[in-house]
C-alpha cells in the first residue's frame, strides 16, 4: 500500500498547525464566520444541524487496519464512539467540538490520513472499486492510476476555486462497481492491442439533474493520463458557470455545449500542454504501482471452508452473500456489512472498528476498504480462514449476511444530521431493513439495490437505485419520491419517477408493495427486480403502488 | 403588498460546541427552544438579528425560525425545527439526552 513520503507527511503537517492557528484566531474573535468559513470547509469540517461535522478523506477507500483503529480512537476520545462510512468511501464524525478539531487533525496525521479537499469546489477524494487489487475480474489494480490522480490533484494551484466540486472515479473491470458514469469524469482501465491505457468518462452526475456520463475518449495511451485531466478540468474551469451553482457541475457544461464541443476544445488544450509533462509522471506511476504490489498471499487449503460450510448453513449463508471472487483461487474479498436490520447504514461503532482492525491484522494482510455502499470490505482473506472472520464478526453483530440484498441499503445522513437535507433518510432505512426481515423474503428477492437520498443533491444515489427513494419538504411535511429502474453499473440508467409521493408513514408499505408485485410478476427466481423492470415497464408497479384509479393521473 | 409576519424565535448554533441556541427576551442565548423569546413583531424580529449579526464571535448563522406560542413556550411549527430542538432520531444524542434541563448561558 501507499506511504506518505517525506514531502506528504511535512506537507499533511503544515496543513494541520495552519488550521490549528485559524481555529484559534476564529474563537479569539480574529477571523469572522464568513471569514472562517471557507478555511474549515477546506479542511472538511462543516457545520450541520446539531453539530460540527468532520468528513475525513479515505483516498480511494483503502485503509490499513491502524488506521481503522485510530478511527476508534477519535471516535471515543473527541466524539461519541462512533463513525459513519459514507457513499464517497469517506468516514465522517457527526459532534466534533470546534476546539477539539486541530488535534483530531493532529491524531489523523499521525497515521497519514487528513481532511484536506473533502468539502470545496476542488477534486474531491477519487474513489475506486472497492474491490480493487483483488477482484477476480479486473485487468489491473486501479488505485496506482487513483493515487497518481490524488497527488496531481491535491493543492493543485489551477484547481482550488472550480465552479463547483469535482469528483473522479477510477475503476479496472467491465462489471462497473464504482459507479463510473455518475462521476464528474471517470476513468476506466482498458487495454488495446495489448497496450495499456485509458477509457475516459465525462459529464456524469446525479444531484438535481442527473446524467450519465458520456466517454469523451475511447483509449487514451497510459502516459498520457495527468494532462489529458488536467486538460479536462482546465476546459471546465473555464467554460463552466459561475453565475448559477445549480448549472456549475460539468455535467451541465457538457450538456449546454454539446459532448463535441468540449471534446473539440479539451482536446486542444490537451494538445498544447501534453509536452509540459515531461514523463516525471510515469516515473512516480510506475513507483506507485511497485507500492501497491499485492501482499504475499499464504497457501492456505481451502478445504476446510467446505467442511465448515457443510454443517453452518449460518456461515453458508454469509460465505454466499458476503464474499466476491478473489484473483488468487485460494483467497475470497469479504463485505463487512454495516446494516444490521434495523441499524443505521454505514455507521460502526469504535468496537467494531477495532475488531475489524484486528481481523485485518489477523487475516486479511492488515487491509480493509470502504466501499462506496457504506460497507467495509476485508479485501484479502484466505478461504480457510473464512470462518473464523465470520465468528469474530458475529460477536459484534458485522455478520449480517445481506450484501446485495434489500436491507443493504445506501442512505445519507439526511435530516438527523445534515443542514442541505429537506427530510430524514436514516429512519426510512431502518424501517424497511426491519419489515423485509419481519417478512422472511429477502433471500427470495435476491439482488436489490434500494437507495435513499434526504435532499435533491443525492449523496444517497437515489437516481441509481433500483428503488431510489427521495426524501423532500412538501409545505411542512416529509414526502418521499421514488423512482424506479436505475442502475450504477456498466449498464447506467436514471430511475423514472413513478408519480406522486408519500408520506413519512407510507414509504415502507409502498416499498413493500414493490417488492411483492416484483415476486409476483417475474418469470424465474433468476430474474433480478431490474430486469423484472426492465421487461415489464412501470405500469405494474404502478399500479401496486396507487392503484388502478391513480395510474392514468400519475 | 408584503406578506403578514408570523412569529419567529431567533436561533443559530453556538461556535465552540455547534449545538443549536436560541435567544431569549433578555437578549440570553440558550438551548432550550420553550425558553426563546417569540417574536410577534417584525421590527423587533430586524433589531434581534442585527444584535445576532454583531454577535458572531460565539455564534454561527443566525436566522428567524417560524414559531408559535405553547403552553411551556413557544414551539416550532417545521419538522426541521423541531429535529433541531431535539436532535438526530437514530441514536439517543444531542438535546434529547441532555439531563442538566437548566438553560445554560452561552
Known amino acids: ?554 | 403588498m408584503a406578506r403578514k409576519f408570523t412569529p419567529k424565535v431567533l436561533t443559530a448554533n453556538d461556535l465552540l460546541e455547534g449545538d443549536v441556541i436560541y435567544m431569549t427576551a433578555d437578549g440570553q442565548w440558550v438551548r432550550d427552544h420553550a425558553s426563546a423569546e417569540l417574536i410577534e413583531d417584525e421590527t423587533i424580529a430586524d433589531m434581534r438579528m442585527l444584535t445576532a449579526q454583531g454577535q458572531q464571535d460565539h455564534i454561527v448563522g443566525p436566522y428567524l425560525a417560524d414559531a408559535k406560542a405553547g403552553p411551556n413556550g413557544p414551539e416550532p411549527t417545521h419538522f426541521r425545527e423541531e429535529f433541531r430542538t431535539r436532535g438526530p432520531s437514530n441514536y439517543y444524542h444531542g438535546k434529547q439526552a441532555d439531563t442538566s434541563k437548566e438553560s445554560a448561558n452561552v
Open chain 1, 1 to 554: 500500500m501507499y506511504k506518505y513520503s517525506d514531502f506528504d507527511e511535512a506537507f499533511v503537517r503544515e496543513r494541520c498547525a495552519q488550521f490549528r492557528g485559524q481555529v484559534e484566531r476564529r474563537i479569539d474573535g480574529s477571523l469572522t464566520e464568513e471569514e472562517f468559513r471557507p478555511l474549515r470547509l477546506m479542511n472538511g469540517l462543516y457545520l450541520q444541524l446539531h453539530a460540527y461535522m468532520l468528513r475525513i478523506a479515505v483516498p480511494y477507500g483503502t485503509l490499513r487496519s491502524d488506521q481503522m483503529r485510530q478511527f476508534a480512537h477519535i471516535a471515543d476520545t473527541w466524539d461519541k464512539g462512533y463513525g459513519h462510512f459514507t457513499t464517497r468511501q469517506n468516514i465522517q464524525f457527526n459532534w466534533p467540538k470546534l476546539k477539539d478539531v486541530p488535534d483530531i487533525l493532529d491524531a489523523l496525521a499521525d497515521v497519514q490520513m487528513h481532511a484536506i479537499q473533502t468539502s470545496g469546489n476542488t477534486i474531491r477524494n477519487t474513489t475506486v472499486d472497492h474491490f480493487a487489487g483483488a477482484a477476480a475480474d479486473e485487468i489491473a489494480d486501479p488505485r496506482p492510476t487513483a493515487e497518481l490522480i490524488r497527488q496531481w490533484s491535491t493543492d493543485h494551484p489551477e484547481f482550488q476555486f472550480l465552479p463547483r466540486k469535482f469528483k473522479i472515479a477510477v475503476g479496472a473491470a467491465k462489471h462497473d462497481r464504482a459507479v463510473l458514469r455518475a462521476h464528474d469524469v471517470a476513468v476506466e482501465l482498458v487495454e488495446e492491442d495489448g497496450q495499456p491505457g485509458y477509457r475516459i468518462f465525462v459529464g456524469g452526475g446525479l444531484g438535481r439533474t442527473p446524467m450519465i456520463g458520456q466517454v469523451v475518449r475511447d483509449f487514451l495511451p497510459k502516459a498520457d493520463l495527468l494532462p489529458y485531466l488536467e486538460a479536462i478540468v482546465s476546459t471546465y474551469n473555464l467554460l463552466g458557470r459561475r453565475d448559477n451553482k445549480y448549472k456549475a457541475r460539468i455535467k451541465i457544461t457538457v450538456f449546454e455545449n454539446g459532448l463535441d464541443t468540449f471534446r473539440d476544445l479539451a482536446e486542444a488544450e490537451f494538445a498544447r500542454i501534453r509536452d509540459g509533462f515531461s514523463g516525471v509522471d510515469q516515473d512516480v506511476l510506475a513507483d506507485l504501482e511497485r507500492q501497491f504490489a499485492l501482499p504475499a498471499f499464504k497457501n492456505a487449503d481451502p478445504s476446510a471452508l467446505s467442511a465448515a460450510v457443510a454443517v453452518d448453513p449460518t456461515l453458508a449463508a454469509w460465505v454466499a452473500r458476503n464474499t466476491n471472487p478473489h484473483k488468487v483461487e485460494t483467497h475470497a474479498s469479504v463485505t463487512i456489512s454495516l446494516k444490521e436490520h434495523g441499524k443505521t447504514p454505514g455507521d460502526a461503532s469504535s468496537e467494531q472498528m477495532r475488531v475489524m482492525a484486528d481481523l485485518a491484522d489477523a487475516y486479511g494482510y492488515g487491509e480493509l476498504r470502504v466501499s462506496h455502499e457504506q460497507n467495509i470490505i476485508m479485501p484479502h482473506v484466505a478461504k480457510a480462514d473464512l470462518p473464523a472472520v465470520f465468528t469474530a464478526l458475529a460477536k459484534v453483530g458485522l455478520a449480517t449476511a445481506n450484501a446485495g440484498l434489500t436491507s443493504d441499503i445506501i442512505a445519507c445522513p439526511g435530516m438527523d444530521y445534515c443542514a442541505l437535507a429537506t427530510a430524514r433518510s436514516i429512519p426510512v432505512a431502518e424501517k424497511i431493513a426491519l419489515r423485509v426481515q419481519e417478512l422472511g423474503l429477502e433471500q427470495e428477492i435476491g439482488l436489490m439495490k434500494i437507495k435513499i437520498s434526504g435532499c435533491i443533491n443525492a449523496c444517497g444515489h437515489h437516481h441509481v437505485g433500483h428503488i431510489g427513494i427521495l426524501g423532500l419538504d412538501r409545505a411542512g411535511v416529509e414526502n418521499y419520491q421514488i423512482t424506479l429502474g436505475g442502475d450504477g453499473t456498466e449498464n447506467a440508467a436514471i430511475g423514472q419517477r413513478t408519480g406522486p409521493g408519500f408520506a413519512y408513514d407510507e414509504v415502507v408499505p409502498a416499498v413493500e408493495r414493490l417488492l411483492k408485485t416484483y415476486l409476483e410478476k417475474r418469470e424465474t427466481a433468476e430474474e433480478t427486480f431490474l430486469d423484472a423492470y426492465r421487461r415489464l415497464g412501470a405500469d405494474p408497479f404502478k399500479e401496486a403502488l396507487y392503484g388502478d384509479a391513480k395510474k392514468n393521473a400519475a
